[in-house]
Structure formats: structure tokens, C-alpha cells
């Protein structure tokens, strides 16, 4: 479970993978220091490396990774200064390593924040450095440390956000793709029932869409499809999710929508369809299958359910919206 999360989750492998490096660098000097002294180092060490892997086990076991990488990020910073008091202007490039770690541990704010207040702390701290000039070139040196970092981690941010979107989202629509449908169908019907609330789901399916393409060529289509997922937006609220199941199949999931949300709804979307999208003067029309979480209901019945009144819609016409009502309970 782990391991899988190690491959998967960014931030948690940044942690477990940083801290495990820190971890094999500070050892030996804990060794050093417990068997020559000062006894204080060895054991301020002990205290780092304890911290660092307390903070991986914890979010190894399922912990969040932001507040242990900034508890982290705060015990390393003490750590250095610690040791820089005991020891003396030796043990000052151990800021280096730690300017880089606090920029892959942390948000860039909060990276700065502790590399300034590192950096100052030094600067201020008597005998931290044995001259105005080992001063000066520290306090340079690990700034330009901390602006380096600063640009890779904003590079690395973009990039990261980037292939997220990539993986998560249709590149023609916008839409959300198949990948988190059953986590989104998950996280309402918990909604749903812990709130004593509801939700309710819409399969949409243009009309004839393959008329569409052979006569007026795919492009022609694709446009359509844009502008389909334009439309939906503008006739949903920002907490209702939007996916593109595949060709032109959508499907809407409503946290919070009544069985009268869910009718008014429909027809907006069925509304917004029509008047706003034409192909060679013909407007374009949609079929809708919609259907209200019921108590005891799987997501996957759920969505069989708005799936089959979706394929109803299509039987009676098309250019319709079909909710479907569950049989009375027996008994
Ligand atoms: N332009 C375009 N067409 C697509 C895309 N994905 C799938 N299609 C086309 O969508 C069409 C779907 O056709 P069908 O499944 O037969 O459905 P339909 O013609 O809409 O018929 P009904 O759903 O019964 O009204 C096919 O011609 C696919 O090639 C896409 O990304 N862009």
C-alpha cells in the first residue's frame, strides 16, 4: 500500500526519500560525536534523526505528509543552528544541504520563510563565523542556494501541476476523464449519507454525433464537443463535477441535487444544448439519463441506473431527459 503510494503520491516520496537521505548523512556523525563529543551534538543528532524518521513512520501508517515535512523542515533548521552553536563555523555549510531539503520538503513560502530566518539566525549568532568576510560569503552563497532551489521548485511545481491535469482531465474538453470518476462517485455518496443530504448523477449523450462528423467533417465535431463542455459549465455550479466518459458521452456528478435540482437541471442543460450549438444551421440536441442516489445504493448501480435512462431517452426520441424513478421498495 505504501510502496504503491511511494510511486504515486509526490509529496509522500519527497518526504520518505529526503528524510531517508538526511537520516544516512547524520548517523555517522552522531556515531563520531557520542564516541569524541561533544556529547551535546551527538545527541541534538539523535534528536534530528529521531524527528525525521518519527515523520516518515507516521506518514508511512497514513499521516499527512504537509505538517511532518514542515515538522521536518523546522527540526533540521534547529538542528543546524544547534550544531553551528556547539561546534562552531565548521559545521555551517550543513545550510546548504539544508536550503535545498527545506525547498523539497515544503510550499516555496514556507521555504523561505526558513531559509531567511536560517540564514539571519547565523548571521547574528556570535562566533557562528570566524570573520566579517566568512560572514558575508555564507549569507551570499546560501541565499544564492536558497534563489536556485527557489526557481527549480517553481519549475518542478508547474511541470508536477501540469502532468496532473494532463492525466486527469480530457485535453479537447477540459473535462475530467474516467481516471477519479469512482473516487468523485465515492466522496458524494459519503457526502450524501454522513450529511443526510443527496446527490444525483446526469449521463448526457449527443444526438447523431456521427451524422455530425461524416457531414461535416471532424473538426466540425471536435468544435461541438467544446462548446457542449462550455455550455454545461455555464448551467453548473462549481461544485458539481464534469466528465468526458468517452466520444460524446458526458456524465455530471451533483453533490447536494434533489430530485427538483435535478429536473430543473436537465432541462437547462437539454435548453443550453439546443439554442446555443448548431452545426451547418442545424441545432445540436442531447440525450439525458439522470438519477438521484438512493439509500443502500452502490455507485455502480447508481450509475447503471442514470446509464440505462440515458439509453430511454435515446428509444423515445432523443433530445430528451429521462430521471429515472425507482421501484417502490416491498415488503
Ligand atoms: N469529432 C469527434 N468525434 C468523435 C470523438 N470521439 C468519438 N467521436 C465520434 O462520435 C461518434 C459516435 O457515434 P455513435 O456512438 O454511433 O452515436 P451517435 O451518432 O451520436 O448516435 P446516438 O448516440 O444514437 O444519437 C462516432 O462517429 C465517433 O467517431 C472526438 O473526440 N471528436
Known sequence: MS??????????????????????????????????????VAMLDSAIIAVV????????????????????????????????????????????PYVLAVFLLTGRRWAIALSAITLAALLLMPGAYESAVQAAVHTTTGALSAAFAYVFAQRAGLQHAHLHRLATHDALTGALNRRSLGQELERAIDAARSDAGTASLIVLDLDRFKHINDTHG???????????????????????????????????????????????????????????LEVGGEPVTVSIGAAVLQPDETAREWLVRADRAMYRAKRAGRDRAVIDQPAPATG
Open 3 to 40: 510502496l504503491q503510494r511511494l510511486r504515486t503520491d509526490f509529496s509522500f516520496a519527497v518526504l520518505v526519500l529526503t528524510g531517508t537521505c538526511l537520516v544516512v548523512a547524520v548517523v555517522p556523525f552522531a556515531l563520531y560525536r557520542a564516541m569524541v563529543g561533544p556529547v551535546a
Open 53 to 96: 524518521l518519527g515523520a516518515i513512520v507516521r506518514v508511512w501508517r497514513g499521516g499527512a505528509v504537509e505538517p511532518a515535512a514542515r515538522l521536518v523542515s523546522v527540526a533540521l533548521g534547529a538542528g543546524v543552528l544547534g550544531t553551528v552553536a556547539l561546534v562552531g563555523p565548521l559545521a555551517a555549510p550543513w545550510l546548504y
Open 218 to 276: 471532424h473538426e466540425a465535431g471536435d468544435r461541438v464537443l467544446i462548446e457542449f463542455a462550455h455550455a454545461v459549465r455555464d448551467v453548473t455550479r462549481r461544485t458539481d463535477r464534469f466528465f468526458r466518459l468517452g466520444g460524446e458521452e458526458f456524465l455530471l456528478v451533483l453533490p447536494g441535487a434533489d430530485a427538483t435540482a435535478l429536473a430543473r437541471l436537465c432541462e437547462a442543460l437539454r435548453d443550453a444544448t439546443r439554442t446555443r
